[in-house]
């Protein structure tokens, strides 16, 4: 995905891109596209459902990776810009078709997937104006604390529109179904393949994901990506050379933000039902884990993070208890099997680790630089050009 | 005996934003609160804040020595829960130990240590295991080991023991005293007492033993103080001890006071305590003790005065007003930004 | 650094993929194994929190699901039922997986479940999309009901009956005058305190303060304090036996005397376990149905499920879990005389089956069982229990 783009930085690192990665992205590309139909026409709505789950997933993965990857900035209450956009979303779609008439409800979503995104975005920058000058971890258990602040607020039935604890919609209230679904349903339906609503929903998705993904490469090669890069690797060093550092963060806070709010406002009117126990800091967390795991900064990494830890514990249940291990596993063993999921996700996050600290895919500009933290490596390089320089490697016992 | 009247809030309305407003005011009329009611909760929330502050030295000792979140942290607390479980269960087959008062005091004493070391060792194990490769790696990829590890032991307390929900024995005598309107039991006293004991044997440990100097000279300069010829990986695996094993006590009260525990008991308590030790100024063990009672504290008067609903929001609005004006917390100190 | 250490993890990980791989290759060949006896095999899809949330009460959902489910095939009619049990871990965002999971394995014709009305209410879509029956035993929200959807249908009554009896027997029986109510801040907690509310105030009653606390909170010690300070009659708490008993027990250790209610949600030996017997004495709270011993096969279940779970106790909705599924194998018995048992997973006949539980009129063990235009069923009893000498009793 998104390979498609070169630019000077992958030039220099890679030279032209190789033929398998072309291919290995073409056969990507067709199995998104594709791979739902198919599973669709099978009547597997589980992995058009996990596809459009995963997709979600990305959206959030590189949003975050914006604020966490590029920026170096630790956010752990990333879910309620999430959570921002899909009560906005929602909210507002009750009040729009009031205010505009019913012919404006299949209008309602398109009009407001780009409010919601702003919404979030401001509150982003709501957020980060106040905390700026913190660092490291003392931003990250404030943005804990705003996360928490936020679910809770939604949970108490703040300003009395969020339905509390009850969740979206309420009683009498209906989310309106956007424009482009019914035709999607009537027109793209062959035969037994029916053209359903979460396909309608994981296309919109997946065309949300490429905008994100267009958006963040470009963001990646601006000078607002290399001012990230610069402030992440040393803020003074970055602020001498006339970068401002303030601006720098509302940025990444808001623009990460922004992709949050996307994701929110389309889960939302997707799935149909919010309620504050969706947007909880366990969630955050998955979604830290899935920048980091796949590899900081880069969007592949981010992508395929996002893959692996929405997928992988659902995939594991699915296979346990499908048909195609019916024979092998009894009934108790495959709900055994499925059980056991999340402790090999553990496990399997703590072995990843372990073996690729820098994430899987790791960005190639992040892996070139110099890490403060790479002491060993920065000690023993120290030592041999010391030692090239004093002639100490040789019979150095004697002197 | 109304000492004093105090204008509160209304009592969560769920119609509307339930901070104190005064048409509010007007509709639910005034609330009388006493000084006992206050010393009540100041009672509820030091014993909170005694758990926390056990928990909050764990987060703070490895963050000072290592600086990472260590987020299997709150397991320890939840696994010295169920040790402390299992040690109660053992030494109930034994009638020395219920018989008499001594018996009692020595049972409790042995569960203790039992969980301590169980749980100090697990530290050292998951240390060794999940950390210590990355100890060269990017800032977050422990945080992530950390993560998965905290999972993987949740889930195999779930799938291992049980996913229920489970009682606690209570062997102390039951008992409570009053004091000017303000009741206190033995177990609220047994956790305050001992929770303070153990912060200042620590602290005494801290800065008299040599391991304990060795350790915050680790958390001043780490290189420094390898020059100076301390063994870093004892540092470490002794940090990694102490701090579990606190944790594993503060689980064995927690069960103890609340009566029942559960897989996943640890994450909200260890999300609290973390943000004492922040509160506090991380890496501080002053700090850690002072920001757990101060969170303990300021949640039980947010909860009795203001709303139960929102106290958590209270906590981590302080918190941000605390980081807002005094970024490296109450007691950290300030760091020279080394250019 | 540890070369040896990621070698181990890597045979680990080597063997953990081996065996993954193993176990689908050998299954290719593993289908033809099971279809030896004639039968049409269909199954029955049971969703409850299993691992995480209430896992007393989701599977006791499981094992009276599973009698109903032994029971049909004992009738050997020629049709099989297997059970296809998903773990929704009481959680909205699992809980739609797994009925995707359900929806998409073409042999399951109708599903018992959820637990959570936070759960049941976004997975009615799933099955409605899907076109298989859900019949709910234990989600009292209103809203489920009211999506407009016509394959869903619940065992249990809903909220409004049980709040507006709680507050009746609370206000009218008990003579309370004054209430503090207390939710978990879930929907279904929510939803049932205001019910509560919204009766015991038409009653005459006075509410003396409301409280949100989580269902995840386990210190209630500064809100027991509050309530003590305001000295209701009463107390009620709407949520699940998790927090619940937390709460009941730091509100007696408190020194609060005032009488505590709560709804369907602490029906379970384990409220009455983790508060400590001596705090639980003569709490109160409203369940579905009748008690066990008067509802009309009462007795004949607890022999059953005795004889299948030694040793477990009945919880809150295991009979309305037998019910609900009695509801849908009932509905299979209709559908085989009219599409035929080799039909029966086929979009026909699963439209077949909807329609036939909508038309349900039979005797479960719960009473008799009807459905209104809504799906919610003619059986609205509602029982008061207490807790005497350590055990739910009915008052």
């Not at chain 1, 009850?166 to 679904?181: C, D, F, S």
């Not at chain 2, 559960?262 to 506090?280: E, L, N, R, W």
């Not at chain 3, 299979?332 to 089956?353: M, Y």
């Amino acid at each position: 995905m998104g390979g498609s783009k070169m630019d000077i930085k992958t030039k220099i690192a890679s030279g032209p891109i190789p033929l398998w990665k072309w291919i290995m992205y073409a056969v990507i590309m067709v199995i998104v596209v594709a791979a739902p139909i198919y599973f669709q026409s099978v009547q597997n709505f589980f992995f058009v459902r996990i596809f459009a789950v995963v997709g979600i997933y990305v959206m959030l993965s590189l949003g975050l990776n914006i604020v966490v990857g590029y920026a170096g900035l630790l956010d752990l209450g990333y879910i309620a810009f999430y959570a921002m956009g899909a009560y906005v979303g929602i909210i507002l779609g009750f009040k729009l078709p009031e205010v505009f008439g019913s012919g404006f409800e299949p209008w309602t979503f398109w009009t407001l997937l780009p409010v919601a995104a702003l919404a979030a975005a401001g509150t982003g920058i709501a957020l980060g104006t106040p905390v700026l000058r913190l660092r490291g971890d003392y931003l990250a258990i404030v943005t804990l604390g705003f996360g928490e602040i936020v679910r809770i607020a939604l949970n108490n039935n703040i300003f009395g529109i969020t339905n509390g604890a009850k969740g979206l919609p309420g009683p009498g209230q209906r989310i309106p179904t956007p424009a482009g679904m019914e035709w999607a349903k009537a027109n793209l339906s062959f035969g037994d393949f029916a053209f359903s609503k979460d396909l309608f929903w994981y296309y919109l998705i997946v065309v949300l994901c490429l905008a994100t993904i267009f958006v963040v490469r470009r963001l990646d090669d601006s000078r607002l990506g290399r001012a990230w890069v610069a402030m992440r690797e040393d803020e003074v060093a970055a602020a001498s050379i006339g970068i401002s550092i303030t601006t720098t963060k509302l940025w990444a806070f808001s623009l990460g933000a922004l992709w949050g709010g996307v994701a929110g406002v389309t889960y939302a009117y997707w799935v149909g039902f919010i309620s504050p126990e969706s947007f909880n800091f366990m969630e955050s967390v998955l979604v830290v884990c899935m920048v980091v795991l796949g590899g900081m900064g880069s969007i592949p990494g981010a992508v395929l993070g996002a893959v692996i830890i929405a997928a992988l514990p659902e995939m594991i249940r699915y296979f346990a208890q499908s048909p195609l291990l019916a024979g092998v596993l009894t009934t108790d063993q495959a709900n055994l099997a499925s059980q056991y999921r999340y402790l090999v996700f553990g496990a399997a996050m703590v072995i990843m680790m372990a073996f690729r600290p820098q994430g899987i895919l790791p960005s190639q500009r992040r892996a070139m630089e110099l890490h403060p933290e790479d002491e060993k490596t920065l000690a023993e390089e120290n030592q041999q050009i010391w030692d090239v320089e004093h002639h100490t490697d040789v019979d150095n016992d004697l002197l | 005996m109304p000492l004093t009247r105090v204008l509160v809030g209304a009592r969560g309305s769920t119609k509307a934003f339930p901070l104190i407003s005064l048409e509010q005011l007007e509709e639910t009329g005034e609330t009388q609160v006493s000084i006992a009611t206050i010393g009540q909760q100041l009672v509820n929330g030091v014993t909170l804040g005694g758990m926390y502050a056990l928990i909050a030295l764990g987060y703070t000792l490895v963050y000072g020595i290592l600086l990472m979140i260590n987020f299997a942290h709150s397991e320890m607390f939840m696994g010295g829960a169920f040790v402390g479980l299992f040690a109660f269960g053992w030494l109930d087959n034994y009638e020395f130990f219920t018989g008499s008062g001594f018996g009692i005091a020595l049972m409790f004493l042995m569960t203790f240590v039992i969980s301590g070391v169980v749980i100090g060792l697990l530290g050292v194990l998951i240390e060794r295991v999940a950390y210590r490769p990355l100890r060269h790696a990017p800032r977050l990829a422990p945080l992530i080991s950390a993560i998965g590890m905290s999972i993987f032991l949740q889930q195999a307390v779930l799938l291992w023991i049980t996913p229920r929900q489970v009682p606690f024995p209570n062997y102390l005598p039951a008992g409570s005293y009053e004091i000017a309107g303000i009741s206190i039991n033995n177990i609220q006293i047994m956790i305050i007492g001992s929770s303070i004991i153990l912060l200042i044997i620590l602290d005494t440990f801290v800065s008299k033993t040599r391991i304990g100097k060795a350790m915050r000279a680790v958390s001043q300069d780490r290189e420094a103080a390898t020059l100076m010829g301390v063994d870093i990986n004892r540092v470490i695996a002794v940090a990694f001890f102490i701090g579990p094993a606190l944790g594993a006590l503060a689980g064995i009260f927690s069960g103890m006071y609340y009566g029942s525990i559960k897989f996943d008991m640890g994450f909200i308590p260890g999300v609290k305590a973390f943000t004492a030790a922040v509160i506090g100024g991380i890496g501080n063990l002053r700090g850690a003790m002072v920001g757990g009672f101060l969170l303990g504290i300021i949640e039980a008067l947010a909860a009795g005065f203001l709303s139960s609903g929102y106290k958590d929001v209270v906590a981590f609005a302080i918190l941000i007003l605390v980081l807002v004006f005094k970024p490296s917390g109450l007691l950290g100190e300030s760091v020279v930004e080394k250019v | 650094m540890g070369k040896g250490k990621k070698l181990v993890a890597l045979v680990i990980a080597l063997a953990m993929v081996a065996t993954m791989a193993v176990g689908c290759s050998g299954s290719d060949d593993a289908d033809t194994t099971d279809g030896g006896s004639d039968a049409v095999v269909i199954k029955l899809g049971i969703g409850a929190p299993l691992t995480q949330g209430a896992v007393a009460l989701g599977q006791g959902i499981e094992n009276g699901a599973m009698l109903a489910i032994d029971d049909f095939n004992a009738k050997d009619l020629g049709v099989e039922v297997k059970p296809f049990v998903v773990d929704d871990q009481g959680d909205p965002k699992t809980g739609v997986n797994v009925a995707n999971q359900l929806t998409s394995d073409p042999d399951v014709i109708g599903v018992v479940g959820h637990l959570n009305s936070g759960v049941s209410i976004p997975a009615a879509a799933v099955y409605n999309e899907g076109g298989i029956v859900q019949v709910s035993p234990a989600s009292t929200n209103p809203q489920l009901t009211l999506q407009g959807f016509d394959n869903v249908f619940r065992t249990c009554t809903i909220d409004p009956v049980q709040g507006a009896f709680a507050a009746d027997a609370a206000f009218n029986t008990l003579g309370l005058p004054t209430a503090f109510v207390v939710d978990d801040s879930t929907p279904y907690g929510e939803g049932l305190v205001d019910e509560f509310v919204k009766a015991f105030e038409a009653a005459g009653g006075t509410v003396a303060g409301r409280e949100k606390t989580s269902d995840k909170d386990t210190d209630f010690t500064a809100l027991a304090t509050k309530i003590n300070a305001a000295a209701p009659a009463a107390v009620y708490y709407g949520g699940v036996y998790n927090a619940g008993a937390l709460f009941a027990k730091q509100l007696r250790e408190g020194g609060s005397d005032a009488a505590f209610f709560s709804g369907d949600g602490v029906y379970a030996q384990d409220f009455i376990d983790l508060a400590g017997a001596a705090n639980a004495e003569g709490m109160y709270c409203t369940s579905v149905g009748l008690p066990l011993d008067q509802q009309p096969q009462g007795a004949d279940f607890q022999a059953k499920f005795d004889a299948a779970y030694p040793g477990e106790g009945i919880q809150a909705y295991d009979t309305y879990s037998y019910d609900a599924a009695l509801v849908i194998l009932s509905a299979v018995e209709v559908a085989i005389d009219e599409v035929g048992a080799e039909n029966l997973t086929s979009a026909e006949g699963k439209a077949a089956i909807i329609a036939a539980v909508a038309a349900t009129d039979i005797e479960g063990v719960t009473g008799a069982i009807s459905f209104d235009e809504n799906g919610d069923t003619n059986n609205k009893a509602i029982t008061l229990y207490v807790v005497k000498d350590g055990a739910w009793a009915p008052n």
